[in-house]
């Protein structure tokens, strides 16, 4: 009888997996989606995105947005803004930086 320790057991496709990360506590406290429905944030397709209208009034919205680009977050409204929001946003970003010298 042969034994291998889970250590030891060929990686998976499960090793690659990682927790969907969570906003940092202090934009999490100050955010306004806490006790909202999961589905205005992440909408089914074809439905409108209505946590957006929440997050013009959240005061974490700056710091939450800069999470979800950072994190390079894929799905659902973070900080105000939808997917395709967050990636033009993103390119924005990267463009200034690199007209500015920051990144070559
Ligand atoms: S900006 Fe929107 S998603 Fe981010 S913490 Fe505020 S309400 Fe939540």
Not at 75 to 86: L, N
Request: charge should be positive; charged fraction near 30%; aromatic fraction near 10%.
């Amino acid at each position: 009888m042969s034994f291998r320790s889970p250590s030891r057991v060929k990686s998976s496709r499960f090793d690659d997996w990682k927790p969907y990360p969570r906003l940092p506590l202090h934009v999490e406290n100050e955010g306004l989606c806490h006790s909202a429905p999961l589905a205005w944030f992440f909408p089914h397709r074809g439905m409108p995105a209505i946590g957006k209208t929440l997050c013009e009034q959240c005061e974490a919205v700056g710091p939450c947005l800069d999470f979800a680009l950072d994190n390079k977050i894929s799905y659902g409204v973070w900080g105000g803004m939808s997917e395709r929001e967050r990636l033009a946003e993103r390119r924005r970003r990267l463009e200034v930086r690199y007209t500015s010298g920051e990144i070559a």
